[in-house]
Every structure is written in C-alpha cells, then in structure tokens.
C-alpha cells in the first residue's frame, strides 16, 4: 500500500537553500509531486517527476529522485519569505488518487 | 490561466443535515477528484470519477457520500446525513486526459459540522 513519510518542521534562512525530503514505500509508484500549500489556501501543484527520471530542474526548484531508497527531495534555492509554508509530497501509482504524506512547514526566517 | 474553482468556501451545517460541494473543474479536463483535510491531518483521497463513473473510491467513501457531474461543467460532493467527524477541509481537483499527470486542487470548501 501507499505511505508517505516527511519531516514535519523546517527552519531555513532567507537566501539559503532549503531541502525538503519524502520517502514513499509503493515501488509501483510512476509519478511524485510536490505541492505547496499557504495558510487558508489550497494545494498549488509545485512540480512533479515521472519515476524512471533522477533530477527535474525548474527555475529555483530541485527535484531529486533516487528510485532504489524510495527517496524523493525538493531544493529549493535562494529561500524568500514567500516560500514560508507547508510543502506536501504525493505520489500516484494511477490516473486515480494521490496519496499524501503529513506535509512539512517550512519557515523563512530573515 | 484555468483554476478548479469551489463553493462555498465556507459551510456550517447540522449534525444530520445534508451538504453538497460544488465544483467547477478546468475545462476540458477529464479526470476529477475530491479529497479532504481534517485540522492538522493528511490530505485523504476520497473518489474519483472518470467517464461518468466512479473509477476508485477510498474506504472513507462510504455510502453518505455521492458524486455526480450534473452538466458539462459542475462536480458535486454530497453527504447525506453529516457527523461531527465530517468537518474538514474539502478540495475538489481536476486532471487532463491520458497522458497528462499534473492534478490541479481548488481552494477547498470548509464544512464546519455542529
């Protein structure tokens, strides 16, 4: 079955680069997610990467898949205020559902 | 740029009482989903629903529940008798046909049973 597992706190300077880690545990999974969610408002999809894929770079956005530990990361380079929130990992073996792990709160602190 | 859009933002209802969620997925989309947050919980998938049918449902899915896409544009969660332990965060979300992997939420709808 599906579980995901995340850190659930972070602490980052602004300008520093923050890494957010998961861990999933289906081998079945094709594609990985992360979203972010600020408070009061829903998920925005961040980014996502398929399975058979080791890196994905967008802009100030890292991801890092290393497929045999079940590990999946987001970097996140030059940390601003604006990235102060709840980052969630997902990972969807289907067209069907995601499944979530808890989230991590990331907090930028000046 | 196209957004899942919900209503009501907020709802408070009775114990007992039925609620209906609605949703305005992104046009053209064809796969969409509701999931729930309760405070300070994982977000949980509830059902999704592909072809006019329910594809997969989690066991939280129980028969309270019913979705329906009444018209080409609208997704509606219903609980039929709310509990307490109905009150969560509600997200509506949408995706593309084959071949397209990106989910899209709404704001999400906060149902506040009393």
């Known amino acids: 079955g599906e579980d995901v597992e995340q850190s659930l706190f972070l602490s980052v300077r602004e300008g520093d680069s923050s890494v957010i880690n998961c861990t999933y545990t289906d081998s079945s999974s094709t594609y990985l997610y992360w979203y972010k969610q600020e408070p009061g408002a829903g998920l925005q999809l961040l980014t996502y990467i398929f399975s058979n894929m080791d890196m994905k770079q967008d802009q100030r956005l890292t991801v890092l898949l290393n497929k045999k530990d079940k590990h999946l990361s987001l970097r996140i380079a030059d940390t601003q205020t604006g990235d102060s929130a709840i980052y969630f990992c997902a990972e969807s073996i289907n067209d069907y559902k995601l499944s979530f792990g808890a989230g991590t709160t990331v907090t930028v602190r000046a | 740029e196209p957004e899942v859009t919900q209503t009501p933002s907020h709802q408070v209802t009775q114990m007992g009482q039925e609620v209906i969620l609605r949703c305005v997925p992104i046009s053209n989309h064809l796969y969409f989903y509701w999931y729930r947050q309760i405070l300070g919980q994982k977000v949980e998938f509830l059902v999704s629903f592909y072809n006019n049918e329910i594809s997969e449902k989690s066991e939280i899915f129980d028969d309270q529940f019913s979705v329906e896409r009444p018209d080409g544009s609208n997704f509606t969660l219903k609980i039929r008798s709310t509990k307490l332990e109905d009150s969560a965060m509600y997200f509506c979300?949408?995706?593309?046909?084959?071949?397209?992997?990106?989910?899209?939420f709404g704001p999400g709808t906060r149902l506040t049973v009393t």
């Open positions: 979300a949408s995706k593309g046909g084959r071949g397209r992997y990106e989910q899209y």
